[in-house]
């Protein structure tokens, strides 16, 4: 594995634009180009010493000085956007919860769903692999407050204001 001081004698990284940039005079390589490629998971990944690491993974070795021991979640959710800012360590439970809304999901809010056979929204939670249902609602905004509520009792943090169900009520506003 690598270390914050090998790793700051190859690449500079620029922790306001997330890139980084060689440092270090090799076969193919011209100083300051960028390093990494986009793989087609939407992620930067850097080959150092015969080694792929994820970009997002070595900027918190390079500013922090450790190998993250958890998954890193990127806050706004673009795979390549490497900005220190946009990076935090987190457990893969906290980090699901930073998700998208499907591309097939006709509420617009995480766990909110149309149930056809009782003409209702209903809303409901994944807590630690278990289904919760919050209940079944005439109006979509009345589905997304108690799918709101749901996450502000378990604690969600949202200070990044990803929560669809707070867009929802709230109009994005905060």
Not at 34 to 61: C, E, F, Q, T
Not at 90 to 108: F, I, L
Request: charged share 20%.
């Amino acid at each position: 594995m690598i270390t914050q001081e090998h790793l700051r004698e190859l690449l500079h990284y620029n922790p306001e634009t997330g890139v980084f940039t060689w440092i270090y005079r090799k076969s193919g390589v011209t100083l300051g180009q960028v390093a990494g490629s986009l793989h087609v998971n939407g992620y930067v990944d850097i080959k150092l010493d015969g080694v792929v690491y994820k970009a997002h993974r070595l900027a918190i070795l390079y500013v922090d000085g450790y190998f993250p021991e958890h998954t890193v979640d990127h806050i706004n959710r673009i795979r390549d956007d490497n900005r220190y800012v946009n990076l935090r360590e987190a457990s893969y439970q906290c980090q699901s919860r930073n998700c998208a809304v499907g591309v097939n999901n006709t509420s617009k809010v995480c766990g909110v769903r149309w149930r056809a056979q009782r003409r209702s929204w209903q809303a409901f939670m994944m807590v630690s692999g278990k289904m919760h249902y919050l209940g079944h609602y005439t109006c979509l905004v009345e589905a997304a407050c108690a799918r709101l509520a749901g996450e502000q009792c378990l604690g969600y943090d949202d200070w990044d204001g990803a929560s669809s169900a707070r867009r929802m009520v709230y109009g994005g506003a905060r």
